[in-house]
């Protein structure tokens, strides 16, 4: 036979590369596959459309045969150049739409099928793994891969591979996975390798962006003779660089809801033009239908418990690694000068490591029972950063956290999707564990004034978000308790340190640092969770305890040349919460704080808090109204849920102090320091606060504490009319002194006040009339030295806290929000029958003090004091304001004579009432007012060398020189407004006295009386003398008589 010629081979395969156009148009028209002709490496130009709105493009498909190498192990590589995915939501909607008509379905509710649809899916790769032999021959390779969403965006992929390998050797000399015991020979193993490389995105319109730089997926597992797919699987994910655009991809999905939402709006309206009128057996139908959604939820949650459960015990351990992960956020409806706002996060390394621990390991039967399934996991995250940019300068880093630690150990997931055999036994639900420890390093804040604005707009943008986005829980309650788990989890954060930069005050300086700062820094802070359920007679309760501490805490302003100045000194704050969350939730709060001082003497602290105040308010005050609401007392304001709130502190000091410049230029003010002072609230008086038993009690003291506060006895109840009704918190203050701070070295060290022991109640109640709110205050005694010194100097720091934290004058922003608001004030909106009685609520009070003492030093002599023995003031419903004072007493200096006080005015039983009453005149009918004085004697008293005048002239001159200082305060002028000017008339109540006893003394000087009473009795010694010398004259007189 002879050889074929070339020729003749040539036109074969012309003949043949012919025909193969035939095929494909055939293959066309049968299958709707498009292959327009055979290159040199495979087909070329592939395009098919497996539905109405889905297109398929491959620029070409081919096949390469290779030797197995260690890195290559198959002998095929499928490459797949440029597939592209075309996908068209307006054209698939309208193909599901009509495949739905026309086969009279209703549509498939989210739910039940989209589980039956994962399920199907699983299986799926269960059955691929049979044919596991041929798959490791053939690996996978595409190049340039992309799917189009029209009007939405394109993802675009540079390189994708994919292969599985069988080798054993190779497989197991992997190190990543070794949490499991070594598998029976009959296993298999086997590994799924894919990597991926650049990832793009372009939304439509816009330049694109790298997402994704790497990625290399690879799932471990072993193959059973007997069962289908993957037996103990492991998955790692290793991503490398990772930007998220998501402004590009809230926008995408914004695209995606509207594409949908117009599609819908379109069936909505063709369904309406041939909608049947509703009947009345319709309506009858709507709780059948009722019943039928609640068959089809819990059909949803048997499948999606049934494929949860199989995937979670499939899967041994699971693997994530990012080399760098950013994220970039522009905060909507936030501008600056028409600049956009951008919150910016990165973070250099993230890995998580979640696996299944084996029930036979130490690891697992230190925590969990053999019976159960429990997970660890493993978090770490370093290098976290956060910033915003507002394009003006370059992005400024806010937020630095160095590293992050979390390690958890939890039987959740699998008793989650487990099915409960008894949901009233408080052992199995105690089976739900959870351990938790995170630990946070050297956590750092940097923020600067104008910062702040950003942030307060952040998180009004972000609560309105929420409120807007706030849904319906379909979830029932008793799921979700039994869900709650036994959980011990500790937070903690060390040396966390928040910095604030200021513009420097001494300008001076010329060093390279040009800013102030404002530095907070802690030594430890520590959160511990612990929760458990329990039993009682009548339901299964589920506690939550939290226990709080902080220790060594400061807050201090640094200049820019290195000097340090204290602003804040904590040395330990603890604060306990017990939460009852089921079945109904209770709050009780226990807190103690020890050394707590606020030191706010140095003018730079003063002008960097009064920056960042400012600052922050340029955003409140925008949001701000000037309307004003009437609410009813804190008390009432209270939410139900909070039970019990004890707060105990020791040595509390406040220092305040500033530079009045028109005056002088040292600093002045004052200082309070506080021994100890206590603060209790209980929604309701009469019950008593039993603790729920713990596993462990955190804190001795604070245990011995509770269970002495136990066993005091209960207060008799009362009849309560409001739900609000019973409240009462109680404000205890002991050893309470006030000193001025000034730049005088021989200034006193006296108090200027000075309160023993105080205490305050504050209780709701109601009667026939109406709610109460009833304020009970005790002082066991008030010393008082006033001076105008003192009032100055306290006026100085008051007016620099005021500088500091309000605004003084007005602001121009108020002037334009009053131009466009109504001429009431006052917010009038509805109010239910129970906010209404709310509102009717009377404020009463009571104030007794066994002694007031004030003592005044006067610009000129003699001082005065006033002291009242047996204070008893109040108002109450129905009743006019009282006070009774057993004793009052005013006494002057005495003259030429220091720290001695003689009496001017002596009063006993003084009771004063301030009423009203109603006088009619003609037809009209006016109220006037009458200060009623009642007592049983007074006593005054004018001591000898006492120039009354000086005391009225004191007290007048104290007067306006107060007025004065307070018109300096308030303008921060010299001004001189004591100006006399003509007046109106005065309208003063009117004023009636009566007393049973009125004594008026005069007294003179002791030394005067002595030399009265040495004249006295010199003046009838000579009386007597010059009587007995006439007596002898006379006896001589008759003697010379009776001589002649």
């Known amino acids: 036979m002879p050889l074929p010629t070339a020729s003749f081979v040539g036109?074969?395969?012309?003949?043949?590369?012919?025909?193969?156009?035939?095929?494909?148009?055939l293959l066309r028209i049968l299958t709707g596959i498009s292959i327009q002709r055979i290159g040199y490496s495979g087909f070329r130009r592939i395009a098919f459309s497996p539905k109405d709105g889905i297109k398929i493009y491959v620029r070409g498909i081919g096949l390469s045969l290779h030797r197995p190498t260690f890195a290559h192990p198959t002998w095929i590589s499928l490459h797949l150049t440029e597939p592209q995915v075309v996908v068209d939501l307006r054209a698939l909607q309208n193909s599901?739409?009509?495949?739905?008509?026309?086969?009279?379905?209703?549509?498939?509710?989210?739910?039940?099928?989209?589980?039956?649809?994962?399920?199907?899916?699983?299986?799926?790769?269960?059955?691929?793994?049979?044919?596991?032999?041929?798959?490791?021959?053939?690996?996978?390779?595409?190049?340039?891969?992309?799917?189009?969403?029209?009007?939405?965006?394109?993802?675009?992929?540079?390189?994708?591979?994919?292969?599985?390998?069988?080798?054993?050797?190779?497989?197991?000399?992997?190190?990543?996975?070794?949490?499991?015991?070594?598998?029976?020979?009959?296993?298999?193993?086997?590994?799924?390798?894919?990597?991926?490389?650049?990832?793009?995105?372009?939304?439509?319109?816009?330049?694109?962006?790298?997402?994704?730089?790497?990625?290399?997926?690879?799932?471990?597992?072993?193959?059973?003779?007997?069962?289908?797919?993957?037996?103990?699987?492991?998955?790692?994910?290793?991503?490398?660089?990772l930007d998220v655009p998501y402004d590009d991809l809230l926008d995408a999905n914004e695209k995606l809801r509207q594409i949908r939402g117009l599609a819908k709006h379109e069936t909505r309206d063709s369904e309406s033009v041939q909608a049947p009128k509703i009947a009345i057996n319709d309506v009858l139908k709507e709780p059948q239908d009722i019943e039928d959604r609640e068959e089809r939820l819990m059909e949803a949650v048997a499948e999606s418990r049934e494929f949860l459960g199989s995937v979670l015990k499939g899967i041994q351990e699971f693997q994530l690694a990012i080399g760098f992960l950013g994220l970039s956020r522009r905060i909507r409806s936030l501008h600056t000068s028409g600049q956009h706002v951008y919150f910016n996060m990165a973070m250099k390394e993230l890995g998580l490591d979640l696996l299944r621990l084996d029930s036979r390991s130490p690891a697992h039967r230190m925590y969990f029972s053999p019976?159960?399934?429990?997970?660890?996991?493993?978090?770490?995250?370093?290098?976290?950063?956060?910033?915003?940019?507002?394009?003006?300068?370059?992005?400024?880093?806010?937020?630095?956290?160095p590293m992050v630690t979390a390690t958890v150990k939890t039987t959740l997931p699998s008793k989650t999707l487990q099915k409960p055999d008894d949901t009233t036994n408080v052992r199995e639900r105690n089976s739900n564990i959870l351990f938790a420890n995170l630990v946070c390093t050297s956590p750092s804040v940097d923020l600067d004034p104008k910062h702040l604005p950003l942030l307060l707009a952040i998180a009004k943008v972000r609560q309105e978000s929420k409120k807007s986005s706030k849904a319906p829980l379909l979830t029932s309650r008793g799921f979700l308790s039994r869900l709650l788990p036994k959980a011990i989890i500790k937070i903690a954060i060390q040396e966390p340190v928040v910095r604030v930069s200021l513009p420097p005050l001494s300008p001076a300086y010329t060093g390279d640092v040009e800013y102030d700062l404002l530095i907070s820094s802690t030594s430890t802070m520590s959160l511990d969770i612990d929760s458990q359920h329990s039993s009682t007679e009548s339901a299964i309760k589920y506690g939550l305890h939290l226990h709080y501490r902080q220790t060594s805490s400061s807050l201090y302003y640094q200049t820019n040349a290195g000097q340090k100045h204290d602003l804040l000194q904590t040395e330990?704050?603890?604060?306990?919460?017990?939460?009852?969350?089921?079945?109904?939730?209770?709050?009780?709060?226990?807190?103690?704080?020890?050394?707590?001082?606020?030191?706010?003497?140095?003018?730079?602290?003063?002008?960097?808090?009064?920056?960042?105040?400012?600052?922050?308010?340029?955003?409140?005050?925008?949001?701000?109204?000037?309307?004003?609401?009437?609410?009813?007392?804190?008390?009432?304001?209270?939410?139900?849920?909070?039970?019990?709130?004890?707060?105990?502190?020791?040595?509390?000091?406040?220092?305040?102090?500033?530079?009045?410049?028109?005056v002088s230029k040292y600093a002045r003010g004052f200082a309070l320091q506080l021994e100890s002072w206590s603060a209790e609230y209980k929604a309701h008086r009469e019950d008593v606060y039993v603790p729920v038993p713990r596993r462990r009690s955190l804190s001795r003291s604070f245990s011995r504490e509770r269970n002495d506060r136990s066993t005091t006895p209960e207060a008799p109840r009362k009849k309560q009319t409001l739900p609000t009704d019973g409240?009462?918190?109680?404000?205890?203050?002991?050893?309470?002194?006030?000193?001025?701070?000034?730049?005088?070295?021989?200034?006193?060290?006296?108090?200027?006040?000075?309160?023993?022991?105080?205490?305050?109640?504050f209780s709701t109640s109601s009667d026939i009339q109406g709610p109460l709110f009833h304020i009970n205050s005790h002082a066991k005694s008030l010393l008082v030295e006033y001076s105008l010194y003192k009032h100055f100097s306290i006026g100085v720091?008051?007016?620099?806290?005021?500088?500091?934290?309000?605004?003084?004058?007005?602001?121009?922003?108020?002037?334009?929000?009053?131009?466009?608001?109504?001429?009431?004030?006052?917010?009038?909106?509805?109010?239910?029958?129970?906010?209404?009685?709310?509102?009717?609520?009377?404020?009463?009070?009571?104030?007794?003090?066994?002694?007031v003492q004030v003592k005044a030093e006067m610009p000129a002599d003699p001082p005065l004091m006033i002291q009242i023995f047996g204070a008893d003031c109040g108002r109450h419903r129905w009743a006019t304001p009282f006070a009774r004072l057993k004793v009052v007493r005013l006494l002057a200096g005495t003259p030429n004579m220091k720290q001695v006080w003689s009496r001017i005015v002596s009063v006993k039983n003084l009771r004063f009432d301030l009423r009203e009453m109603k006088i009619k005149s003609g037809q009209k009918t006016e109220i006037a007012k009458s200060l009623d004085f009642t007592t049983d004697v007074v006593r005054i008293g004018v001591p000898h060398g006492m120039v009354l005048h000086t005391i009225f002239d004191n007290i007048v001159n104290t007067v306006k020189?107060?007025?004065?200082?307070?018109?300096?305060?308030?303008?921060?002028?010299?001004?001189?407004?004591?100006?006399?000017?003509?007046?109106?008339?005065?309208?003063?109540?009117?004023?009636?006295?009566r007393a049973q006893l009125l004594l008026f003394e005069i007294e003179d000087s002791g030394f005067e009386w002595k030399l009265g009473t040495i004249y006295r009795a010199g003046l009838v010694e000579q009386q007597q003398r010059l009587a007995r010398e006439e007596a002898f004259r006379l006896k001589v007189k008759n003697a010379e008589s009776q001589r002649q």
């Open 961 to 993: 020189s107060v007025e004065q200082l307070h018109h300096h305060f308030s303008t921060g002028t010299l001004e001189y407004i004591l100006a006399k000017h003509p007046e109106g008339p005065k309208k003063i109540p009117r004023i009636s006295v």
């Open 572 to 662: 330990t704050i603890e604060v306990k919460v017990d939460v009852n969350v089921l079945p109904q939730p209770e709050v009780f709060v226990y807190g103690r704080f020890q050394t707590f001082s606020v030191f706010l003497v140095r003018t730079e602290i003063s002008e960097g808090i009064r920056q960042i105040v400012k600052a922050a308010r340029r955003e409140t005050d925008t949001n701000s109204g000037s309307t004003v609401v009437k609410k009813p007392s804190f008390l009432r304001q209270i939410p139900d849920w909070l039970q019990h709130v004890s707060i105990q502190g020791a040595d509390f000091n406040v220092e305040l102090a500033g530079v009045d410049q028109a």
């Open 96 to 241: 599901t739409k009509n495949v739905q008509a026309e086969e009279k379905t209703p549509p498939q509710k989210d739910g039940a099928s989209q589980w039956k649809k994962l399920t199907k899916v699983k299986d799926k790769i269960k059955r691929l793994h049979t044919k596991i032999k041929y798959l490791s021959l053939v690996d996978l390779v595409a190049v340039a891969s992309s799917v189009v969403i029209k009007e939405v965006g394109t993802i675009t992929v540079e390189r994708i591979t994919l292969a599985v390998d069988t080798r054993a050797k190779t497989v197991d000399r992997s190190r990543l996975f070794q949490h499991d015991q070594t598998k029976a020979s009959s296993h298999t193993p086997a590994e799924w390798k894919s990597s991926i490389r650049s990832v793009l995105f372009t939304p439509e319109g816009k330049e694109s962006s790298e997402i994704l730089d790497g990625l290399t997926l690879s799932v471990h597992g072993f193959l059973h003779p007997h069962l289908e797919g993957l037996r103990d699987a492991s998955i790692a994910l290793k991503l490398g660089r």
């Open 371 to 401: 019976s159960d399934v429990a997970h660890q996991a493993l978090l770490t995250a370093i290098s976290i950063s956060a910033g915003v940019d507002d394009g003006h300068d370059h992005p400024e880093r806010m937020l630095y956290v």
């Open 797 to 851: 720091a008051v007016l620099t806290f005021r500088r500091m934290f309000l605004r003084l004058g007005p602001h121009h922003l108020d002037e334009e929000r009053k131009k466009h608001q109504p001429s009431s004030t006052v917010k009038t909106r509805d109010h239910s029958q129970y906010d209404q009685v709310l509102m009717s609520e009377v404020t009463t009070f009571d104030f007794k003090a066994n002694l």
């Open 11 to 25: 036109g074969v395969l012309v003949l043949a590369y012919l025909s193969s156009f035939v095929l494909f148009a």
């Open 727 to 761: 409240r009462r918190l109680a404000v205890h203050i002991q050893g309470l002194e006030g000193h001025i701070i000034d730049a005088v070295e021989d200034s006193t060290a006296d108090p200027f006040i000075n309160l023993p022991k105080f205490e305050v109640a």
